[in-house]
């Protein structure tokens, strides 16, 4: 299809790990990316990783890519209530000048203390 | 010190009205966008600049024009405001190339009433 998918909500326990999934569709895309947007703000980039990558850590954040099953994921670890957010999944596509990226329609995380 | 930013940030106005979003980044990127992000979250591409050339127009209404007077800047003219056009409108800029990240700015609530 022509969507990027992801499950729409999330709650977790603070200090559990939540685990964000998502569908791209595009096999070509070559960089995929996190973006967090919190109540009333802008997009801020969480992440990224290239396609050749199967994983990649940063701090309390690992991303997965099975780029077979073209499914990424975003795992937080220890999760805290300033965690809660909407997380964006995106994949780019398109070369170096006509390349943008498209957007799942966000999960809502949400952090119970 | 931001790097992509956008004003206004909150615009009410009435339909029918003509108005504009500006946007300016300092970090020395080709590429400029703009996306809409509606009600429901979901960001979809409209416009992407490269050096000030129109590159991406996407399946938007021609009351909507793109302005880029110079890479660093990139504005969004909308005319004849509709109530369908209320949504949260993101610029963004990346360096030119497929690999690179865009960046993007705190977003423009616009209003129609």
């Known amino acids: 299809g022509e969507d990027v998918e992801q499950s729409l909500f999330l709650s977790v326990r603070e200090g559990d790990s939540s685990v964000i999934n998502c569908t791209y569709t595009?096999?070509?895309?070559?960089?995929l990316y996190w973006y967090k947007q919190e109540p009333g703000a802008g997009l801020q980039l969480l992440t990224y990783?290239?396609?050749?990558?199967d994983m990649k850590q940063d701090q309390r954040l690992t991303v997965l890519l099975n780029k077979k099953d073209k499914h990424l994921s975003l795992r937080i670890a220890d999760t805290q209530t300033g965690d809660s957010a909407i997380y964006f999944c995106?994949?780019?596509?398109?070369?170096?000048?006509?390349?943008?990226?498209?957007f799942g329609r966000g999960t809502q995380l949400t952090v119970w203390p | 010190d931001t790097a992509v930013s956008q004003t206004p940030k909150y615009l009410v106005t009435q339909m029918g009205n003509d108005k504009s979003i500006k946007c300016e980044q300092n970090?020395?990127?080709?590429?400029m966008y703009w996306y809409k992000q509606d009600s429901k979250k979901f960001l979809k591409i409209m416009f992407s600049?490269?050096?000030?050339?129109?590159?991406i127009n996407e399946t938007v209404p021609n009351r909507f024009s793109p302005k880029s007077p110079d890479k660093a800047h990139l504005n969004l003219h909308i005319n004849s405001l509709e109530l369908g056009d209320s949504a949260v409108y993101f610029c963004a800029s990346s360096p030119h190339g497929a690999g690179n990240t865009i960046y993007f700015g705190e977003g423009s609530w616009l209003t129609v009433v």
């Open positions: 995106a994949e780019r596509r398109g070369g170096s000048t006509l390349g943008r990226l498209y």
């Open positions: 970090l020395g990127h080709d590429t």
């Open positions: 600049y490269n050096n000030k050339e129109l590159i």
């Open positions: 595009d096999s070509s895309s070559t960089y």
């Open positions: 990783i290239f396609s050749n990558m």
